[in-house]
């Protein structure tokens, strides 16, 4: 593969940031453009939260939690400890001491009147980041997800303060209609060599990404492959509730069902080698290892997605 081309990554949560961290080994990271899910982000406690770009971040800065994949390494809660002992506040979003810089910094920036787009610019720049980590919009356009028990609840109520228990009826992307892709966003994909869809969740993380206008017909029409890596191995998910989701929305947990989620916005698929091999008409295949244990794995997922395309692509 070689080292001169431009990558633009969708993703969203730990799956996605696993394979960022790949590339960003693989690739200089001037060449890497990651396009991230902001449909998670909520304000929490007077506080802009963007756990996804977080997440991101913190991989790529070498701060994040490895054992839990986001958060920050070694962190505390005496902030959140404080509110619940003193005040009776319900810390059920836990906010680490040291993550709470960043979302203090970014609500400054922002209630200063810039823009997302700008905010997450200068946060990547403090940490030495040197690819580029573009969030999908600059508008709130936050993902509500509609359940058999609770009715219809906020991304974060849904996924931490009822630990993704619910079952889910329907997932919508509020205000994503007058929603407007960002310049950056657009210029990346229209500039790029390749594009890649990481194995996030495509339902929760990257279905809000390609919901914005523009932005999936732009993919349509873009000359640069479309590849997606699949975060089903074995009828299952590696972490998080992407065969829940499946089961519950009628679906067949498996490969076939991603690609064809993603339908003709894809030129290639990355499956793994446990998965049953599945043919769709005019989609390229390749069967590789997707399980990310660790770095190594990460790096030869990455380099080998990016040979295989560029065998037939490039």
């Known amino acids: 593969m070689a080292l001169d081309k431009n990558i ?3 993703l969203g949560g730990v799956g996605g940031a696993k394979l960022a961290s790949g590339l960003i080994e693989a690739l200089p990271p001037e060449r890497l453009t990651f396009i991230v899910n902001t449909g998670d982000d909520f304000w929490h406690l007077g506080l802009k939260i963007c756990p996804d770009l977080d997440t991101l971040m913190y991989t790529l800065a070498g701060l994040v ?47 200063q009147g810039r823009s997302l787009t700008e905010v997450t610019t200068c946060l990547a720049g403090r940490l030495s980041l040197r690819a580029a980590i573009l969030p999908m919009c600059d508008a709130e356009v936050p993902t509500m997800v509609d359940t058999l028990e609770r009715g219809e609840l906020g991304f974060q109520e849904y996924f931490v303060k009822y630990a993704w228990a619910p079952v889910i ?31 996030s969740n495509p339902w929760l993380s990257l279905a ?35 065969a829940k989701i499946m089961r519950e929305l009628g679906l067949e947990v ?28 005019g989609l390229r295949t390749i069967q590789l290892n997707t ?21 037939w692509a490039l």
């Not at 962190?75 to 959140?80: E, P, S, V």
């Not at 992307?173 to 990481?198: F, K, W």
């Not at 890596?229 to 590696?238: D, M």
């Open 208 to 242: 809000p990404i390609l919901a914005i206008p523009g932005l999936r017909d732009l993919l349509q029409r873009a000359a640069a492959p479309v590849v997606a890596v699949t975060p089903i191995i074995a009828g299952e998910a590696v972490k998080g509730p992407t």
């Open 65 to 111: 939690n490895p054992d839990r994949g986001w958060g920050v390494i070694d962190d505390t809660t005496a902030a959140l400890d404080s509110l619940a002992r003193h005040y009776q506040v319900e810390p059920w979003f836990r906010l680490g001491d040291k993550d709470l810089a960043t979302h203090l910094l970014r609500t400054h920036w922002l209630r």
């Open 8 to 10: 633009a990554v969708l």
């Open 169 to 199: 009826r329907a997932i919508r992307h509020q205000n994503c209609e007058s929603a407007r892709l960002p310049q950056p966003v657009r210029e990346a994909l229209e500039d790029a060599d390749i594009v890649l869809i990481a194995p």
């Open 254 to 281: 498996c490969a076939r069902e991603v690609a064809s989620f993603y339908g003709d916005i894809l030129d290639g698929f990355v499956d793994d080698r446990r998965n049953e091999p599945f043919a769709i008409q």
């Open 291 to 311: 399980l990310m244990k660790d770095q190594r794995d990460k790096v030869a997922l990455a380099r080998a997605t990016l040979d295989w395309i560029g065998s």
